[in-house]
């Protein structure tokens, strides 16, 4: 089993930034694409950026250059560095991990980002 914990939301003025940190539990499992998602209220989780084993990563275009994920396959953490927040990055942050074996997606229970304009 794979357990996602997340920490690092908050509430802040626009233009502030915030880091997110997930940090997995593994228990042997061997886990390969890490992702953060969003879900603001009323609203589907989205994707926001994810990041293969190997370094390449994704982002939803809204924030690209604004956001930036990362990972220490070693710790077995994933971050995402949020700069110049806006009032509609408010929304509850997911940390996402997908294993093959078996394979499943995993998910954190979430952290809330909320930015005040």
């Known amino acids: 089993q794979v357990q996602l914990v997340e920490s690092g939301g908050g509430s802040v003025q626009a233009g502030a930034s915030l880091r997110l940190s997930c940090v997995a539990s593994?228990?042997?499992?061997?886990?390969?694409?890490m992702g953060w998602y969003r879900q603001a209220p009323g609203k589907l989780r989205k994707v926001v950026a994810t990041?293969?084993?190997?370094?390449?990563?994704n982002y939803h275009g809204s924030v690209r250059g604004q956001f930036t994920i990362t990972r220490d396959n070693e710790k077995n953490t994933l971050s995402l560095q949020m700069n110049s927040l806006r009032s509609e990055d408010t929304a509850v942050y997911y940390c996402?991990?997908?294993?093959?074996?078996?394979?499943?997606?995993?998910w954190g229970q979430g952290t809330q980002v909320t930015v005040s304009s």
């Open positions: 990041i293969l084993s190997d370094g390449n990563t």
């Open positions: 996402n991990a997908f294993a093959s074996d078996p394979p499943r997606f995993y």
């Open positions: 593994t228990d042997g499992v061997a886990i390969h694409n």
